[in-house]
């Protein structure tokens, strides 16, 4: 078994890049089989996944699950009606997430997956997006979640599952 971690690129500015490990497809499935076992006796209706590298493992999660995928945007790129909210990212930026109106039932239980955690500001704005549609965050999942006074509180909160660990 190949140790997929591995492939991540560590030696890039600011933060890794974990599109190698995307490119490989025995260690993109079994990071998906791992982020699936974690979560083997959790009841989910959808996968959502965060623009961008969200929307790549957040679907095949999802595909693999046989879920639907529910894609939470940067703010200003969906064509119709959406929800918004404002965040401050690690960087210190001001940023934005939407989901469209119509895309999930109330009371839909939600597995949210991105692919890096660092503050855990980004998820916090896609959970309050969920939650503010009626629906249940039940687990998130990611390659890497920062250890830190804000990801602790996630921890806490919820079932996450980071495969950096």
């Not at 209706?45 to 929307?55: K, P, Q, T």
């Not at 790549?56 to 529910?70: E, S, Y």
């Not at 918004?84 to 469209?100: A, H, N, P």
């Not at 109330?106 to 959970?127: F, H, K, M, P």
Request: aromatic fraction near 10%; charged fraction near 20%.
């Amino acid at each position: 078994m190949i140790n997929y971690l591995s492939l991540i690129d560590t030696d890039t500015p600011g933060r890794c890049d974990v599109t190698p490990l995307f490119a490989d497809f025995e260690a993109f499935s079994a990071l998906v089989e791992d982020i699936l076992a974690h979560f083997k006796g959790t009841e989910f209706d959808y996968v959502a996944g965060i623009d961008a590298l969200g929307f790549i493992l957040g679907t095949a999660v999802a595909m693999r699950a046989k879920k639907g995928f529910i894609a939470i945007r940067k703010g200003g790129k969906l064509p119709v009606e959406a929800h918004s909210v404002q965040f401050v990212d690690y960087t210190g930026q001001q940023k934005s997430l939407e989901i469209r109106l119509d895309m999930l039932p109330s009371g839909a239980r939600i597995l949210l997956v991105d692919e890096w955690i660092e503050t855990g500001a980004q998820v916090n704005a896609a959970i309050g997006l969920i939650e503010s549609q009626g629906c249940e965050v039940v687990g998130i999942a990611t390659v890497n979640m920062d250890e830190n006074v804000h990801t602790n509180k996630l921890k806490k909160k919820y079932n996450c599952y980071s495969a950096w660990a």
